[in-house]
């Protein structure tokens, strides 16, 4: 008997289990609540959970349900921020930043048509919202240069914004 409980010892001491369930664990780097990634990101907590029940960002949870978030996460909230505020309905940043983490070395085999015709059916409406805001551009551009008040007005803009400077007819351009 007693040879059996010391090779039961042994065993229970000696053997380990190797489970794999499937879980994929993200969190690196930092962790922190909602409110100082609202904090680092400028996104309001309110429009972070808008963004959760999008499902845009999946924020782990506490064992008191508080969401907390990483490194990526902070990463994901700016590249959302970024599709949507340059026009990219919600629906559609989702589907791409899924297709960003497709690790298919084949991105025409992970793309399905339906997305393709989703992608290609934005594509036409930022299309037109770029020549419609052309052409606001451009009606305001020739009004203020019928104006008096033009010149002084275009070059007070200019000053402000250097980068502009380069995109924005001059005076003498017309």
Same mark, same amino acid.
């Given at each position: 008997?007693?040879?059996?409980? $010391?090779?039961?010892?042994?065993?229970?001491?000696?053997?380990?289990?190797?489970?794999?369930?499937?879980?994929?664990?993200?969190?690196?780097?930092?962790?922190?609540?909602?409110?100082?990634?609202?904090?680092?990101?400028?996104?309001?907590?309110?429009?972070?959970?808008?963004?959760?029940?999008?499902?845009?960002?999946?924020?782990?949870?506490?064992?008191?349900?508080?969401?907390?978030?990483?490194?990526? $996460?902070?990463?994901?909230?700016?590249?959302?921020?970024?599709?949507?505020?340059?026009?990219?309905?919600?629906?559609?940043?989702?589907?791409?930043?899924?297709?960003?983490?497709?690790?298919?070395?084949?991105?025409?085999?992970?793309?399905?048509?339906?997305?393709?015709?989703?992608?290609?059916?934005?594509?036409?409406?930022? $299309?037109?919202?770029?020549?419609?805001?052309?052409?606001?551009?451009?009606?305001?551009?020739?009004?203020?240069?019928?104006?008096?008040?033009?010149?002084?007005?275009?070059?007070?803009?200019?000053?402000?914004?250097?980068?502009?400077?380069?995109?924005?007819?001059?005076?003498?351009?017309?």
């Amino acid at each position: 008997m007693r040879r059996f409980v $010391d090779t039961a010892r042994e065993f229970s001491m000696s053997a380990t289990l190797d489970f794999d369930i499937g879980v994929k664990v993200k969190r690196t780097g930092i962790v922190v609540k909602i409110g100082e990634l609202s904090r680092r990101t400028g996104v309001s907590t309110r429009l972070l959970r808008y963004y959760e029940e999008q499902g845009l960002i999946a924020p782990a949870r506490t064992t008191n349900t508080y969401r907390t978030y990483d490194d990526a $996460d902070v990463a994901r909230v700016v590249q959302v921020v970024g599709l949507v505020r340059a026009g990219v309905p919600t629906r559609l940043t989702k589907v791409l930043l899924d297709l960003e983490e497709t690790q298919a070395d084949d991105l025409a085999a992970a793309c399905p048509r339906q997305v393709a015709e989703m992608l290609a059916e934005e594509l036409t409406g930022l $299309d037109e919202r770029i020549a419609c805001l052309t052409r606001s551009r451009q009606t305001l551009n020739d009004y203020l240069q019928r104006t008096e008040h033009a010149a002084a007005i275009l070059e007070g803009a200019l000053a402000r914004s250097p980068d502009r400077a380069a995109a924005t007819p001059s005076m003498a351009d017309h």
